[in-house]
């Protein structure tokens, strides 16, 4: 059941109520009476607990998509890493570490306490479910609902472990107000997590009639990357699979084309389309017997519905999905301003054109207004928020010019003009040569190739039309190629480096990537195929997490390779150019694999002490035990 739909119901029921009950004496009237909303008036019934979990869900939109103009929703993703960072200097998911990853900031703090705030609901739930006497339709209702709920608990613990390390478990209610959690471990976070997913995978249904809910196989799917987690390779392949095999339902790669715009054989560039684009197309995301079969959980994302209490950006809740403002660049506001008596007599000129109004050209003036609307960068609210990193945009490509994924058909490098085209390196060549003495690499931060994947080609010159549409899309959150990418990994554990390689080319086949081979295969070549197919949509900081010195990786000679997101950073991650501080980035440490934790958090638990994250405000926690 939509939650907003079973409250405005409720509404709709209790003004009823008051207008049949508006004739009542004054006395009746006006007596006071007292109302209680607590675990005893509450989940009291089947939809009670449907309506309780739809809170979880809720969450999970606000988590996800609530903040996509700047940093905060990609922090999961990995904004800051080696795929994506913000396109500030400074600033959490930027890549200066030092001053945006801190205890005290406000993201940091919003990613821990939000996350606890859904698990002390779930909990409720849990024991409602398990204590109360509550009329079940059937026991497999009662099972199935507790199989949500256990999943739901998981998913967010699984976040919290990715982001902050070992964490405090709380699985029961309490009845005051704790003050004295304890940290457990990272190991011992993963067991916890990893026997509710074994519950919600024996319980939870195979379908669901609303999409975005959870089914079986998104809890397989997080089993698997847990039991990855946990050194148990042998589990992590039963459970992917049963996804893959249809034990979990009927899922498989899209390898024909499908969806709203199928017909459509060549983009508007003449580029032959392929399955994998069919896959971000506005009304394709979620999980379709007649459509799109390798969605398994998608997040939901209401845009319009304002007036009826739809959610969408928590900020500007009435507004679009602003993933295409905030990761494609403005390039039609490039013509930067500059002054230097060496250059136009003094007076002020532009950078990359004679006008503001104008973008550059072979030597010719083009109006911005004969540019093709849909070959540019789009504004964002604050303009673009998140720059892909030179190791996505290019270095990950090399070596195969065959990978649909990479094509100019996804990450399009060209500029196209009416009189023709130029890449977007060139253009910024022309600009410091012709004026080398203003122009610098700063001047080139809001400018890379637009990423269609998250971006729609219709756009007209004005919002009237069939022709304008927004990126109005739901986002992936378990998609059936990381499902082939995580058995990969398990076999990669356990040394089978064939049988890895067989998973991993079933994903590349069917953007038309060469196959590798058995000696292909290691841990950098399939964090490299997870970027290829999964850019903003992984969870890259819990990938790159778990895998950094990981205890249960220790003797495993495939997968233990140390502090795999500080490397990985430090080698692929964006230095931030012309920085006006002089630092270097990015300037990550090595103990931030893991966030801190926040500051407020620690202060509050008084009743017992809790140590921070080594490396954070002197603190002395070491996560890789």
Same mark, same amino acid.
């Given at each position: 059941?939509?939650?907003?739909?079973?409250?405005?119901?409720?509404?709709?029921?209790?003004?009823?109520?008051?207008?049949?009950?508006?004739?009542?004496?004054?006395?009746?009237?006006?007596?006071?009476?007292?109302?209680?909303?607590?675990?005893?008036?509450?989940?009291?019934?089947?939809?009670?607990?449907?309506?309780?979990?739809?809170?979880?869900?809720?969450?999970?939109?606000?988590?996800?998509?609530?903040?996509?103009?700047?940093?905060?929703?990609?922090?999961?993703?990995?904004?800051?890493?080696?795929?994506?960072?913000?396109?500030?200097?400074?600033?959490?998911?930027?890549?200066?570490?030092?001053?945006?990853?801190?205890?005290?900031?406000?993201?940091?703090?919003?990613?821990?306490?939000?996350?606890?705030?859904?698990?002390?609901?779930?909990?409720?739930?849990?024991?409602?479910?398990?204590?109360?006497?509550?009329?079940?339709?059937?026991?497999?209702?009662?099972?199935?609902?507790?199989?949500?709920?256990?999943?739901?608990?998981?998913?967010?613990?699984?976040?919290?472990?990715?982001?902050?390390?070992?964490?405090?478990?709380?699985?029961?209610?309490?009845?005051?107000?704790?003050?004295?959690?304890?940290?457990?471990?990272?190991?011992?976070?993963?067991?916890?997590?990893?026997?509710?997913?074994?519950?919600?995978?024996?319980?939870?249904?195979?379908?669901?009639?609303?999409?975005?809910?959870?089914?079986?196989?998104?809890?397989?799917?997080?089993?698997?990357?847990?039991?990855?987690?946990?050194?148990?390779?042998?589990?992590?392949?039963?459970?992917?699979?049963?996804?893959?095999?249809?034990?979990?339902?009927?899922?498989?790669?899209?390898?024909?084309?499908?969806?709203?715009?199928?017909?459509?054989?060549?983009?508007?560039?003449?580029?032959?389309?392929?399955?994998?684009?069919?896959?971000?197309?506005?009304?394709?995301?979620?999980?379709?017997?007649?459509?799109?079969?390798?969605?398994?959980?998608?997040?939901?994302?209401?845009?319009?519905?304002?007036?009826?209490?739809?959610?969408?950006?928590?900020?500007?809740?009435?507004?679009?999905?602003?993933?295409?403002?905030?990761?494609?660049?403005?390039?039609?506001?490039?013509?930067?301003?500059?002054?230097?008596?060496?250059?136009?007599?003094?007076?002020?000129?532009?950078?990359?054109?004679?006008? /503001?109004?104008?973008?550059? %050209?072979? $030597?010719?003036?083009?109006?911005?207004?004969? +540019?093709?609307? #849909?070959?540019? &960068? !789009?504004?964002?609210?604050?303009?673009?928020?998140?720059?892909?990193?030179?190791?996505?945009?290019?270095?990950?490509?090399?070596?195969?010019?065959?990978?649909?994924?990479?094509?100019?058909?996804?990450?399009?490098?060209?500029?196209?003009?009416?009189?023709?085209?130029?890449?977007?390196?060139?253009?910024?060549?022309?600009?410091?040569?012709?004026?080398?003495?203003? /122009?610098?690499?700063?001047? %080139?931060? $809001?400018?890379?190739?637009?990423?269609?994947? +998250?971006?729609? #080609?219709?756009? &007209? !010159?004005?919002?009237?039309?069939?022709?304008?549409?927004?990126?109005?899309?739901?986002?992936?959150?378990?998609?059936?190629?990381?499902?082939?990418?995580?058995?990969?990994?398990?076999?990669?554990?356990?040394?089978?480096?064939?049988?890895?390689?067989?998973?991993?080319?079933?994903?590349?086949?069917?953007?038309?990537?060469?196959?590798?081979?058995?000696?292909?295969?290691?841990?950098?070549?399939?964090?490299?195929?997870?970027?290829?197919?999964?850019?903003?949509?992984?969870?890259?900081?819990?990938?790159?997490?778990?895998?950094?010195?990981?205890?249960?990786?220790?003797?495993?000679?495939?997968?233990?390779?140390?502090?795999?997101?500080?490397?990985?950073?430090?080698?692929?991650?964006?230095?931030?150019?012309?920085?006006?501080?002089?630092?270097?980035?990015?300037?990550?440490?090595?103990?931030?694999?893991?966030?801190?934790?926040?500051?407020?958090?620690?202060?509050?638990?008084?009743?017992?002490?809790?140590?921070?994250?080594?490396?954070?405000?002197?603190?002395?926690?070491?996560?890789?035990?």
């Amino acid at each position: 059941m939509d939650l907003r739909k079973y409250i405005f119901e409720t509404v709709a029921v209790a003004i009823l109520l008051a207008g049949a009950t508006g004739c009542e004496s004054d006395d009746k009237f006006l007596k006071e009476k007292s109302y209680t909303l607590n675990t005893s008036t509450f989940y009291n019934s089947p939809a009670d607990i449907e309506m309780a979990l739809n809170y979880g869900y809720a969450r999970i939109q606000y988590m996800l998509m609530g903040v996509m103009h700047n940093n905060c929703s990609w922090l999961l993703m990995g904004a800051g890493l080696d795929t994506f960072n913000g396109t500030g200097q400074n600033g959490i998911g930027s890549t200066n570490f030092v001053q945006g990853l801190t205890s005290s900031d406000g993201f940091v703090d919003h990613w821990f306490r939000n996350q606890y705030y859904v698990i002390y609901d779930i909990n409720k739930v849990i024991q409602a479910i398990d204590t109360k006497n509550i009329a079940w339709t059937t026991e497999t209702q009662k099972q199935e609902y507790r199989a949500e709920a256990l999943f739901l608990r998981a998913w967010f613990y699984r976040n919290l472990v990715g982001l902050f390390g070992g964490v405090p478990i709380v699985t029961e209610v309490s009845d005051g107000i704790p003050i004295d959690f304890p940290r457990s471990t990272r190991t011992e976070c993963w067991q916890t997590i990893k026997k509710d997913l074994e519950y919600a995978a024996a319980y939870l249904p195979k379908t669901t009639e609303h999409p975005g809910r959870a089914v079986r196989a998104a809890a397989d799917h997080l089993l698997a990357e847990v039991c990855n987690s946990l050194g148990d390779f042998d589990g992590a392949i039963a459970a992917a699979t049963r996804v893959i095999n249809g034990s979990d339902g009927d899922y498989h790669l899209m390898k024909t084309r499908f969806g709203s715009r199928a017909s459509e054989t060549v983009d508007r560039y003449g580029h032959t389309l392929n399955p994998y684009w069919d896959l971000f197309q506005v009304g394709n995301q979620n999980y379709s017997s007649s459509g799109n079969k390798e969605a398994i959980w998608v997040c939901q994302y209401n845009y319009g519905t304002y007036s009826i209490g739809g959610g969408g950006n928590s900020w500007w809740r009435c507004r679009y999905n602003q993933a295409e403002a905030a990761f494609n660049s403005n390039i039609r506001y490039q013509n930067r301003q500059k002054t230097n008596p060496a250059y136009n007599n003094g007076k002020p000129f532009n950078l990359y054109s004679d006008s /503001a109004i104008y973008i550059w %050209t072979d $030597g010719k003036k083009i109006s911005s207004s004969g +540019l093709r609307p #849909d070959s540019l &960068g !789009t504004i964002g609210v604050y303009g673009p928020a998140l720059r892909p990193t030179n190791y996505f945009l290019y270095s990950v490509w090399k070596g195969d010019k065959y990978d649909f994924r990479g094509s100019e058909t996804m990450i399009q490098k060209n500029t196209y003009l009416i009189s023709g085209n130029k890449t977007w390196p060139q253009a910024i060549k022309e600009a410091f040569q012709k004026y080398p003495k203003v /122009a610098t690499a700063a001047d %080139t931060v $809001g400018i890379w190739p637009r990423l269609w994947k +998250l971006s729609t #080609d219709k756009r &007209g !010159t004005s919002t009237a039309g069939d022709s304008w549409q927004q990126y109005d899309v739901d986002w992936y959150i378990m998609r059936l190629p990381e499902t082939y990418l995580l058995r990969a990994e398990a076999y990669l554990g356990k040394g089978d480096l064939a049988t890895a390689a067989a998973d991993i080319n079933e994903v590349r086949a069917r953007v038309g990537a060469k196959a590798c081979s058995a000696a292909d295969v290691n841990l950098d070549y399939i964090l490299d195929e997870r970027a290829r197919e999964l850019f903003a949509e992984e969870h890259r900081w819990v990938t790159l997490s778990r895998l950094s010195n990981n205890p249960n990786l220790a003797g495993n000679n495939h997968l233990n390779k140390g502090n795999v997101l500080v490397d990985r950073v430090k080698k692929y991650g964006w230095n931030y150019p012309n920085a006006t501080d002089g630092i270097t980035r990015p300037n990550i440490g090595d103990h931030q694999y893991v966030f801190p934790l926040p500051i407020g958090f620690i202060q509050a638990n008084t009743g017992s002490v809790i140590p921070q994250n080594a490396g954070y405000d002197g603190g002395t926690y070491d996560n890789s035990k």
